[in-house]
C-alpha cells in the first residue's frame, strides 16, 4: 500500500475511533451505560488500526489491550465502582493506541474526573456516592493523547 494511502486510511480510522468515543461519551451521559454494538464498532476499528501503525507492534497493542482488562478486573473487584464497559473501552483504545499512549488516555480521564469531582463537590451538586460517567473524559484523554 502506498504510504500517502497508508496514512490517509490511519487518519480516517482514528477519527471515526474518535467519533464513536464521543458517541459513547453521550450515552454515558445519558444512560450511564454504553451499548455492545457500540462497543463491537469501536474494537473493530482499533483493531484495524494495528496494521497501519509504524511505531509499535504487535506488543505494544497487546500491552494497552492488559491495560483495559486489568481496568475490567478493577471493575469486577470493586462491584461495577467502575463500569466494566469504561474497561472495555479502555481496552479497545489501548489496542489502537498502545500502552504508552492508553496509560496517558487513562491518566488524562483520571485527571478530568478528579477536576470534575472537586467542582460538583466544591458547588454542592452531589456527593461522595455521587456516580459520574466516565466515557467522556476517556473521549477527552484521547482528543489529548492523539493532538499530541
Known amino acids: 500500500m502506498d504510504a500517502g494511502l497508508q496514512l490517509m486510511v490511519y487518519r480516517i480510522l482514528m477519527a471515526a475511533i ?3 468515543l464521543f458517541a459513547a461519551g453521550i450515552v454515558d451521559i445519558r444512560r450511564r451505560q454504553i451499548g ?6 469501536l474494537l473493530l476499528l482499533c483493531c484495524a488500526v494495528i496494521p497501519l501503525k509504524k511505531e509499535f507492534g504487535v506488543v505494544d ?3 494497552g489491550l492488559t491495560i483495559g482488562l486489568c481496568a475490567v478486573g478493577v471493575s469486577v473487584a470493586t462491584r461495577e465502582q467502575i ?8 481496552a479497545a483504545v489501548g489496542i489502537a ?3 504508552r499512549k492508553c496509560l496517558l ?5 483520571s485527571f478530568v474526573m478528579c477536576i470534575a469531582a472537586i467542582v460538583i ?4 451538586k452531589g456527593g461522595r456516592q ?10 477527552a484523554g484521547y482528543l489529548l493523547c492523539v493532538m499530541l
Open 61 to 63: 497493542a497487546v500491552g
Open 130 to 139: 455521587t456516580r459520574l460517567p466516565f466515557l467522556p473524559a476517556v473521549f
Open 97 to 99: 493506541l498502545g500502552a
Open 121 to 124: 463537590l466544591v458547588f454542592r
Open 18 to 20: 474518535g467519533l464513536v
Open 36 to 41: 455492545r454494538v457500540q462497543l463491537l464498532i
Open 83 to 90: 463500569g466494566r464497559g469504561d474497561g472495555i473501552v479502555i
Open 105 to 109: 488516555v487513562v491518566f488524562a480521564a
